[in-house]
């Protein structure tokens, strides 16, 4: 549904994006993990098509965001980091006006805003002036906003940001129901979240993609390989083994890879015929150990030594 191709931004001189691919599913829940300045407001921003790419494409069913722009954007519900409301405004003027904006008919807007209202659990404050309401009911507002239209991908730029741990159970329940029917894109600092409601994680390490995975594939035990041998060549020789799920490089040092090897299901006797493997073959097997995996875990190991920058 989105594919995004060689995606870049420069502000200035300064590379906030830099050469990211990804494509995502109808239907997946993605997590957008990284460091503040790590580009994922910036790639969100270019989805949405409120800020042009420098170089790359976002495609949206094959159609170009940048030349079909108001088309794409009346298919995104977008809540960005900052929450922009009207705090002059009642939370239901407020959402009479998006409405409006959406190309609600006067026909249509009453059952749409009653329909957010009681998603967001905003029925208590609907009357209110937003200048008074607290700040984890403005990001209710501000995901009620993004919900009018019925949109089939959702881009959510902290949505729990503010929020009450048992509103923060909600919304996480909310995002499930939706990604049911849409596409949505979560990006957020709580790890913990991520692992709760995304199917898929993509991590940034300044600026560039550093991870593309499945969370599933993140938890539970895993193995480490250290050899000799470049990717390509151990790729083509224990990708067939039935028994593996995933082979990934992580490094090289000294003229030693690293990979990071993922089981199908609970495979007891992996590591031998892993080893048996890198024997036969003839290379140098330096080390094959096991190793616990976890969101939290590999998201540090990707941004290790990150610098982090101002831009987000």
């Known amino acids: 549904m ?11 001189d300064f590379l906030a994006v830099d050469g990211v691919s990804f494509q995502i599913g109808r239907g997946e829940i993605v997590g957008l993990l990284g460091h503040n300045g790590a580009g994922k407001s910036t790639i969100m921003k270019m ?3 409120y800020l042009e790419p420098s170089h790359g494409q976002v495609l949206i069913d094959g159609e170009d965001v940048a030349a079909h722009r108001e088309k794409a954007r009346m298919r ?10 009207y705090p002059e405004m009642t939370v239901i003027d407020f959402l009479d006006y998006t409405a409006t904006l959406r190309g609600l008919t006067a026909s249509q807007r009453p059952a749409a805003i009653r329909q957010v209202i ?26 009620a906003q993004a919900l009018l239209h019925n ?6 730029d902290e949505p729990t940001n503010g929020l009450d741990p048992r509103q923060i159970i909600h919304v996480r329940e909310l995002i499930r129901r939706l990604g ?5 894109i979560v990006s957020t600092h ?6 709760a409601l995304c199917d898929r994680v993509l991590i940034l390490r300044q600026g560039r ?15 480490l390989l250290c050899c000799d041998v470049g990717p390509e060549k151990v790729y083509a020789l224990l990708r067939k083994h039935p028994a593996i799920a995933e082979i990934a490089f992580q490094q090289e040092a000294s003229g030693r890879f690293t990979y990071k090897i993922d089981p199908q299901g609970v495979q007891h006797d992996l590591a031998p015929a892993i080893a048996a493997e890198v024997v036969c073959a003839g290379w140098k097997l330096y080390a094959l150990q096991g190793e616990d995996q976890s969101l939290e875990k590999t998201f540090h190991q990707m941004t290790a030594g990150e610098v982090h920058q101002n831009v987000a």
Request: charged letters at 20%; glycine letters at 8%.
């Open 151 to 156: 949109p089939d991908i959702l881009i959510l």
């Open 180 to 184: 049911e029917h849409a596409t949505v």
């Open 190 to 195: 709580i790890l913990q979240e991520v692992e």
């Open 118 to 143: 009681k998603q967001t659990e905003l029925a208590e404050k609907a009357a209110s002036v937003i200048a008074t309401l607290s700040r984890g009911f403005c990001q209710r507002v501000g995901l």
């Open 47 to 49: 989805l949405t098509g």
């Open 209 to 223: 993609l550093a991870l593309d995975a499945r969370t599933a594939a993140l938890r539970g035990k895993g193995l």
């Open 2 to 12: 989105i594919q995004v191709r060689q995606l870049s931004r420069y502000y200035d």
């Open 76 to 85: 995104i519900g977008y809540l960005p980091e900052n929450c922009p409301v």
